[in-house]
């Protein structure tokens, strides 16, 4: 079984400009996140989603970040437009969809983001 | 305020036996996972405590104390390939979020 996927691996921009980043889950998994690591800190999470509704984007830091999932598939993080303190790594994760709250999340490889 | 902390670095021999501490203050509590990451790579999942006690998995057991916002992560027999990052993570009373620590990177020598 295939795991979480993102791509780019790696993306370098400058300031000012766009930048869209995917993840594609686990297959069959509903629940969907985002979450980001700043160079030296911990990992903090962006948002979630349940299919394609967003169930919480309390993390997410101002509106130059826009999350889509539309058909409850894949998902996309655009950053309009990038500022130098938007470098860092987003992780993608996954889980299952259900009322055990033992499932864990599946996390994919991130995206290396560098804002020059 | 959330908070979780663990240490930074951690160095130990091939074969021996280290313990990763996590503590956290956290406003509420539903679960402490701990995940493992090789540099470069995704975090991949561990263990997972929500009651007090030692869960074992082969070489990994976790602890956890509720009372104390204490968990350990216990590594027995140590491999050159556990040499990784650690991360603590807690989850959100009512959501499915973590709260993570910064991690602990541990070392292990020949």
């Known amino acids: 079984e295939a795991g979480v996927t993102q791509f780019p691996s790696h993306s370098v921009i400058e300031k000012g400009q766009t930048v869209t980043l995917r993840c594609d889950p686990i297959s069959g998994h509903d629940n969907l996140y985002w979450y980001r690591r700043v160079m030296g800190k911990e990992i903090k999470f962006l948002l979630h989603f349940v299919k394609e509704s967003k169930q919480d984007e309390s993390g997410m830091p101002n509106n130059r970040f826009l999350a889509e999932r539309t058909g409850g598939t894949y998902s996309t993080l655009k950053v309009q437009p990038a500022e130098l303190e938007d470098s860092g790594v987003y992780f993608c994760?996954?889980?299952?969809?259900?009322?055990?709250?033992?499932?864990?999340?599946?996390f994919g490889p991130g995206t290396r983001l560098t804002v020059t | 305020g959330q908070n979780i902390d663990q240490p930074t670095e951690m160095t130990a021999t091939e074969g021996a036996i280290v313990q990763i501490n996590c503590t956290y203050q956290?406003?509420?509590?539903?679960?402490l996972f701990w995940y493992q990451q090789h540099a470069g790579e995704a975090p991949t999942f561990l263990s997972y405590n929500v009651l007090d006690g030692l869960e074992e998995k082969g070489r990994f057991s976790s602890f956890l104390s509720r009372s104390k916002g204490y968990s350990y992560l216990l590594l027995k027999e140590l491999q050159m390939k556990d040499s990784a990052s650690y991360l603590c993570a807690v989850r959100v009373p009512g959501t499915y979020k973590y709260i993570f620590g910064t991690g602990t990177r541990l070392k292990v020598l020949a």
């Open positions: 994760a996954s889980s299952q969809l259900g009322q055990v709250y033992s499932y864990e999340q599946y």
């Open positions: 956290t406003s509420g509590f539903n679960g």
